[in-house]
């Protein structure tokens, strides 16, 4: 597709966005910038090179971190249901925390590409979605091989486009779906509109199982010489209340060492697959002479166990599962820099919108980390709050981690020093030297319920929908 004729299917002329933000005036000669958003499927923290893995190959990541600002400290918030990707997706496009954004995103909700759309931005997606039609449609008025479902054969992907407006073109492709949507998003810069800045976001499906990616990725890496992690278990020592759902299930119990190097061999080749196109990426910013006016963010939506804890997916609220890579790189953000703030995937959409100069809605309660990258400060929070379903919550410090647990009745509570127990592998909860701290980090808990309208343990939304629908009822008589 041309650029005349993505032109026609917006039905736009081309126009002018000058706006105000924090990018150096002596680095670009106006406030065009454009952004570029990749985000990975199911890539925990440490599945990069640069986050000290050195069994992995990931030289674009790495590459951007180099150029970039590498938020070591980045996290998800969780989920109320197995799919973890939905709401992540949904925080990230509008800003939004899980219990406000619902897990999902409200039709009354501004989304981040919606609000750039209407300051002139010419807005692109391909790749997962997972957030619904109309969402996708005010968002973007240019898609290309968007993928609506939560998972599947990265062979045989069932794609839609958006033209005019509408999903059109639905058809199911063969091609390697990394590299198919890699493909649409290289097309649409080379040729995006002219005079307006581009948002594109590229969301790939990998390194998300079924990982069956091209023969030459699996050659990469030998299974029998990869190394476990230090908290590899054969089972999860106590029930967490999601050990037989279907992530836990693509490997026998209990695992075995030789099971998991295959796994995790598979996942690495995911990685680098996804790496590659993510070079491409990064490639075409170079050969068209954009690098230095987009910002590229480059992030996960949740984490993975592949072993850790006994378990394989990311229903969980350890490290391996609640991290993610976020990186951010581009125009007066500093080159190199390893930021240990504490943030969450929420906060990418005011960042972002920070940097322009635009303020973000009123249904965004993320923080701006603005002056993190700016050097003006070192955090923008002292906790984030991790919930998954009515059965895990937690809170984590730069310190330390409480994890609460009810499961049929069963309360079980873990702590861990996560300055020196980073495998959290060491529970202190029944340590009566670190009483004082349980009972600090239950109450800040308890705060971070109430700051983001969040359930409690042992609540869910169906019935705190069943609880409120009765005060409104008692209330009405």
């Not at 081309?14 to 990018?23: E, N």
């Not at 499927?41 to 000290?52: H, Y």
């Not at 984490?303 to 609220?317: E, F, I, P, S």
């Not at 909860?429 to 969040?454: G, I, N, T, V």
Request: charged share 25%; proline share 5%.
């Amino acid at each position: 597709m041309n650029r005349r004729d993505f032109l026609k299917i917006a039905g736009v002329g081309a126009c002018s966005v000058v706006l105000s933000g924090w990018i150096n005036a002596a680095e670009m000669s106006t406030a065009k910038v454009n952004f570029l958003v990749i985000l990975t499927d199911d890539q925990r923290f440490n599945a990069m090179r640069v986050a000290g893995c050195d069994e992995i190959i990931t030289p674009a990541m790495d590459r951007l971190a180099a150029e970039g600002v590498n938020f070591v400290q980045a996290t998800i918030m969780g989920g109320q249901h197995g799919a973890i990707c939905a709401p992540s997706r949904a925080q990230l496009m509008t800003g939004t925390s899980l219990y406000r954004c619902k897990g999902m995103i409200p039709e009354d909700f501004v989304t981040l590409p919606q609000l750039l759309r209407e300051h002139g931005y010419a807005t692109f997606a391909t790749g997962k979605w997972h957030n619904g039609e109309p969402s996708l449609l005010r968002s973007f008025e240019f898609g290309r091989a968007v993928f609506h479902g939560g998972m599947g054969d990265h062979f045989k992907t069932i794609v839609t486009d958006v033209v005019g407006g509408k999903l059109e073109n639905k058809r199911t492709d063969t091609e390697f779906d990394a590299e198919l949507f890699a493909n649409a998003a290289i097309e649409f810069i080379a040729n995006r509109p002219t005079g307006k800045p581009f948002f594109a976001y590229v969301s790939f499906k990998t390194p998300h199982d079924p990982r069956l990616v091209p023969e030459k990725y699996h050659k990469m890496y030998d299974a029998a010489k990869l190394t476990l992690p230090p908290n590899f278990m054969p089972e999860h020592p106590f029930d967490n209340g999601e050990l037989k759902i279907r992530d836990e299930m693509l490997a026998k119990f209990p695992r075995t060492a030789e099971e998991t190097r295959d796994h995790i061999a598979a996942y690495y080749a995911a990685t680098t697959a996804t790496d590659d196109q993510v070079d491409r990426l990064l490639k075409t910013l170079d050969e068209l002479g954009l690098t230095s006016s987009t910002v590229v963010v480059f992030a996960g939506d949740n984490g993975l166990a592949v072993g850790q804890h006994g378990l394989l997916g990311k229903q969980n609220m350890y490290e391996h599962s609640c991290r993610v890579p976020l990186i951010m790189r581009g125009p007066g953000i500093p080159r190199g820099k390893r930021s240990e703030a504490l943030c969450q995937l929420y906060d990418v959409s005011p960042t972002l919108l920070g940097i322009i100069g635009i303020k973000p809605p009123v249904t965004a309660d993320g923080r701006d980390l603005g002056p993190v990258i700016r050097g003006e400060k070192d955090d923008v929070r002292d906790a984030t709050l991790h919930a998954y379903r009515e059965i895990q919550r937690a809170v984590r410090t730069h310190y330390a981690k409480l994890i609460e647990y009810l499961v049929k009745g069963q309360r079980t509570t873990q702590l861990f020093d996560l300055k020196n127990d980073p495998w959290e592998m060491k529970n202190l909860a029944d340590d009566p030297a670190h009483a004082e701290q349980l009972k600090l980090l239950r109450r800040r808990l308890e705060q971070l319920y109430k700051e983001y309208d969040a359930l409690p343990l042992g609540q869910n939304i169906a019935a705190a929908k069943k609880s409120q629908k009765a005060k409104s009822s008692k209330a009405a008589n």
